[in-house]
Nanobody, 116 residues
């Protein structure tokens, strides 16, 4: 069983920045696709960004140019650097690890609130 744990959420003013972290408890972390999703109140969970073992990244259109996903394999950690945050970015952010089989492990989520 892989444990996925997010951290780094909080309250930030519009235009501000936050960095989320996600750590997974697996010795083969470097082999897996990782990603961030978010779910705002009353809305479905949506893909934010993904990063492949090769480092290839993919972003949702609504975060392109503002968010950056990265990984530090030696630390079993991925990051989501979020800049120019807006109230519509308010959501619970979830990290996931995806196995080649398609099975996915999710974290419990970390809350991000953007408000003045």
């Amino acid at each position: 069983q892989v444990q996925v744990v997010e951290s780094g959420g909080g309250l930030v003013q519009p235009g501000g920045s936050l960095r989320l972290s996600c750590t997974a408890s697996t010795s083969t972390f470097r082999s897996f696709d990782m990603g961030w999703h978010r779910q705002a109140p009353g809305k479905e969970r949506a893909l934010v960004a993904t990063i492949a073992p090769s480092g290839y990244t993919n972003y949702a259109d609504f975060v392109k140019g503002r968010f950056t996903i990265s990984r530090a394999n030696r630390k079993n950690t991925i990051y989501l650097e979020m800049n120019s945050l807006q109230p519509e970015d308010t959501a619970t952010y979830y990290c996931n690890l995806r196995l080649p089989s398609g099975n996915t492990y999710w974290g419990q989520g970390t809350q991000v609130a953007v408000s003045s």
